[in-house]
């Protein structure tokens, strides 16, 4: 053994760890287990309920069945009872227990008895066991009791032993991955002695269930079941425990189980054999179904739906494969799949069209499954049925119509060919008549080809081999080519026909495939929730053609209620309070299933691989198929999936919008914090010093100033985060009116008259430049921000020069200055908010330019930074304008 061996698997760790934590938020399942009714478990339960009571355990009653037993009905006393809801179901008041009130009142511990009741009609759930299981995930952890017959892999074995059938079961994997397991017994002695008593039944019910259910025979046999299965379940837990923990053991190497199925009945012993079998072992298991040519009848495909169904409850996995050749699918199947036992039934019927088949199917398996073990469940039927089913003719699915349309065709073709015999002779008639069932083959079955075949070989021989009108045939040539005649026109109409069957069942499966292929390469170039929701409206309607209605979760993590108005049905209240039970809980319900199966729609969860993004409800014609089943959930995988990328994106990108603001508001407050300090100081030292002492007034001129000068700047710096505001909230509305550019460049040196004084600042209008239509107020705040910024940043002394023209419909601003002008990589950066060069003097908010190529923005200019070719930097807006051509608006400068 290596150094590293005995280290964790770190992805095993992972997964256990996630497993503990999933396991964490979900309520505690115990199971009071029983061999049948009357060992006490219902008692036991309420017992143990009494002991975490004295223990300060918060325990409700959720439903307890007393059968009027006096000791049990006294232990019910001292626990809060939920009232049970009321049910009308044929006239009948029937009680269930309330679901609802159990978890609104959200207890540590409830009581539910008889785990596998049936629940009436109209309740959320069709099986109690359904409404433990929404209770535990509710963080609610549930007492329960349960006998063994109710094990749905053990009710056909109860059945054989008591001959009474159990109607109410429950899957094996809820009784598997039950937290705890106690074990309730009685020895038969004594439970046949409490029976006698009264204990259990009334007196005449117990005599009648002694003669019948409760023989000791009956009770021991199911005693031994009830504790072989808790012995298994804690030999089970005991490896589990032992490999969660490392603990070195004599581990059996990993066992597969492949079970095999078909359409038949028998198929669900096989189920229910193999998945005791593969618990007793420690063993997975799923199960196959291999699709031939035979074409399903309509009895044939609902019992496969239920031997379908059966495997899900048992918790079997199972893929459904197309191959005309069985053994060999299967085989390779298991051999792909690491599989090391091989499950199947012994062959129980036997018709004419076995003796085609190449070897018997046992034997064939048996040799090709090379070191897979193979397990063959014998049949249990009658004697007096061994004949009907070793004899029985093949089962057939074309109606006659098909029979009656391909014996007209053959006659018809015999009419011809004997207008014609004089002309073609006898041998050409049988070419004629094979061509004849060969085309036959392209679009009729089995049954109506093997009587075309027959037909027309008998029609050949009566009235075309000589003699004719007779059935006698005089040359031994003749009778060869009869014969020939009939086994080839018969197997090239069968093979055709199989070609036929399965060419179409391929052609499906390519359709679906191709049509899933779509579905994919579509959604990978869709970007948004809408063009996705659309997708998946246009392949429901193409493939599925049902009415839907796909409900998305909002920001609030809830389901949307707002559906919209394209969608093909509209909800009800009570349908839409279902959508919302189907999104919390993620599991299918409403038409077709064992959850709320009243309303007329289906509704599916949209589950990603991390969260729930929606429901979708559609209505469907009629149930889907497996094929059609398995179809529509690879759909569903599809479309969750990418609506799970969408919201994902989506809240990335609301993140990213969130982080941004983050670093906009930390910017903006280390920026104005310290831009506010300032003038404020300022003001408030001037002040203060105004007030406190009394100065020469040359003095209070000075301060007076200081504080005019700080109130400017602080009345700057409020006015650019107001037109900021204004900017990011998409109010800035220029009104234009018509506007002289002097009246503009002298506004705005007037207003920076202080700032301009170190500077030599110019200003050039061409003579001829005419009246244009702007907003004067925001194009002078522009100006105001552009000449403000060159000041400081502008060498003193140096020239600042303001220049207007008119040209190709524009207004163009140029502002140049001889200064350093900017760094090639910050040219592109001086416009964004809050952006401060490097070199830039301390002071200012980085707001200013930002401003300009808002406003600028406004009027639908554009505004761009250069550095001159000298040196300095050039700021150049262009605005389309209007120009006014009324000569007495036209100015001449002197």
Excluded at 164 to 188: C, G, M, S, W, Y
Excluded at 859 to 885: C, L, M, W, Y
Aim: hydrophobic share 40%; proline share 4%; net charge neutral.
């Amino acid at each position: 053994m290596g150094p590293d061996d005995s280290r964790p698997n770190p992805d095993e760790l992972l997964a256990s760890l996630l497993n503990e934590e999933e396991k964490s938020k979900r309520g505690k399942l115990k199971i009071f287990f029983g061999m049948c009714a009357g060992v006490g478990k219902t008692y036991t339960m309420l017992k143990a309920a009494h002991t975490e009571k004295e223990k300060s355990c918060d325990i409700i009653i959720g439903y307890v069945e007393t059968h009027k037993r006096i000791e049990t009905a006294g232990l019910v006393k001292g626990f809060e009872v939920i009232p049970r809801k009321t049910y009308d179901y044929k006239s009948t008041a029937v009680q269930e227990m309330d679901l609802d009130a159990i978890i609104s009142r959200k207890p540590q511990i409830v009581l539910v008895d008889e785990l596998a009741h049936t629940n009436a009609p109209g309740s959320r759930h069709a099986k109690r066991y359904q409404d433990v299981l929404e209770i535990l995930d509710n963080g609610i952890n549930v007492y329960t009791t349960l006998n063994v017959q109710h094990l749905e892999s053990r009710s056909e074995t109860v059945a054989q032993i008591t001959g009474i059938i159990v109607r109410e079961t429950l899957p094996d994997e809820i009784f598997e991955n039950a937290d705890e397991v106690e074990v309730v017994d009685l020895t038969p002695d004594e439970l046949l002695h409490r029976l006698s008593e009264g204990k259990v039944y009334t007196p005449e019910r117990s005599r009648e269930a002694i003669e019948n259910f409760f023989r000791k025979g009956n009770i021991t046999a199911l005693r031994e079941m009830a504790l072989r299965i808790v012995a298994d379940r804690v030999d089970k837990q005991l490896h589990d425990y032992m490999q969660h923990k490392r603990i070195r053991g004599p581990w059996k190497s990993g066992l597969h189980l492949l079970v095999a199925i078909d359409y038949h009945h028998h198929s669900t012993k096989l189920l229910r054999w193999a998945k005791n079998l593969s618990y007793s072992m420690g063993a997975d298991i799923q199960a196959i179904y291999i699709e031939t040519l035979h074409k399903l009848t309509p009895r044939e495909r609902e019992q496969l739906d239920k031997n379908f169904n059966l495997a899900k409850q048992l918790g079997i996995k199972f893929r459904i494969i197309t191959n005309y050749d069985i053994v060999k699918a299967i085989v390779d199947f298991a051999q792909k799949e690491n599989v090391t036992h091989i499950i199947v039934g012994k062959p129980r019927v036997r018709n004419m069209l076995s003796m085609f088949r190449l070897g018997n199917f046992v034997k064939r398996l048996i040799r090709y499954s090379g070191n897979i073990d193979v397990y063959i469940l014998g049949s249990d039927s009658q004697a007096k049925d061994y004949f009907k089913k070793r004899v029985s003719i093949p089962s057939y699915t074309s109606n006659i119509r098909q029979y009656v349309t391909v014996s007209f065709f053959v006659i018809l073709s015999a009419i011809i060919c004997h207008i014609l015999e004089d002309y073609i002779g006898y041998q050409v008639v049988s070419f004629v008549l094979l061509f004849l069932v060969s085309i036959l083959a392209l679009f009729f079955g089995t049954g109506p080809i093997l009587l075309a075949a027959t037909l027309s070989a008998l029609i050949w021989d009566y009235f075309f081999i000589p003699p004719q009108n007779t059935l006698h045939i005089e040359k031994p040539l003749d009778l060869l080519m009869l014969i020939m005649f009939f086994i080839i026109a018969l197997l090239n109409g069968i093979l055709t026909s199989r070609i036929r069957r399965q060419e179409k069942k391929i052609r499906i499966r390519e359709e679906r495939t191709q049509a899933l292929y779509q579905l994919a390469r579509e959604l990978t170039m869709a970007s948004g929730i809408d063009e996705v929701s659309k997708i998946a409206v246009r392949y429901i309607q193409k493939y599925f053609n049902s009415d839907y209605s796909i409900i998305l979760k909002n920001d609030l993590n809830q389901l949307d209620n707002q559906v919209p108005n394209d969608v093909k049905i509209k909800l009800t209240e009570n349908e839409l309070s279902i959508a919302a039970w189907v999104y919390k809980n993620s599991v299918k319900a409403g038409k077709n299933t064992d959850t709320l199966p009243s309303t007329d729609y289906t509704f599916y969860p949209l589950t990603g691989n991390k969260d729930n993004m929606g429901v979708l409800a559609i209505k469907h014609p009629h149930p889907f198929t497996q094929g059609e089943e398995q179809f529509w959930e690879a759909f569903l995988s599809q479309i969750s999936g990418k609506f799970e990328r969408e919201f994902l994106r989506n809240a990335a990108r609301k993140a990213y919008i969130l982080n941004e603001s983050d670093k906009l508001y930390k910017t903006l407050f280390n920026s104005i914090s310290h831009e506010l300090r300032i003038p404020v100081a300022t003001i408030m030292g001037a002040s203060d010093t105004l007030l406190s002492q009394s100065y020469p007034e040359e003095t209070k001129l000075k301060l007076y100033s200081e504080i005019n000068t700080a109130s400017v700047r602080l009345n700057r710096l409020i006015e650019n985060l107001l037109n900021m505001s204004r900017l990011e909230s998409g109010r800035i509305t220029p009104h234009p009116d018509w506007c002289d550019v002097h009246d503009l460049a002298n506004k705005v040196a007037d207003n920076l008259k202080q700032e301009l004084l170190p500077f030599e600042f110019s200003t050039v209008i061409p003579a001829n430049m005419p009246l244009v239509f702007i907003d004067f107020g925001l194009i002078e705040q522009v100006l105001h921000n552009l000449v403000l910024n060159t000041t400081q940043n502008a060498p003193t002394g140096t020239n600042i020069r303001l220049k207007f023209f008119y040209d190709s419909g524009s207004l163009t601003i140029q502002l140049m200055d001889r200064g350093k002008g900017f760094p090639p990589s910050e040219l592109t950066l001086v416009f964004n908010k809050f952006y401060r060069g490097k070199d830039a003097k301390t002071g200012g908010t980085g707001l200013g330019l930002s401003i300009v190529k808002g406003f600028t923005e406004a009027h639908g200019g554009t505004v761009i930074a250069e550095n001159r070719q000298n040196g300095g930097a050039i700021f150049t807006i262009k605005i389309p304008v209007k120009i006014s051509d009324m000569n007495q608006f036209i100015r001449h400068d002197e």
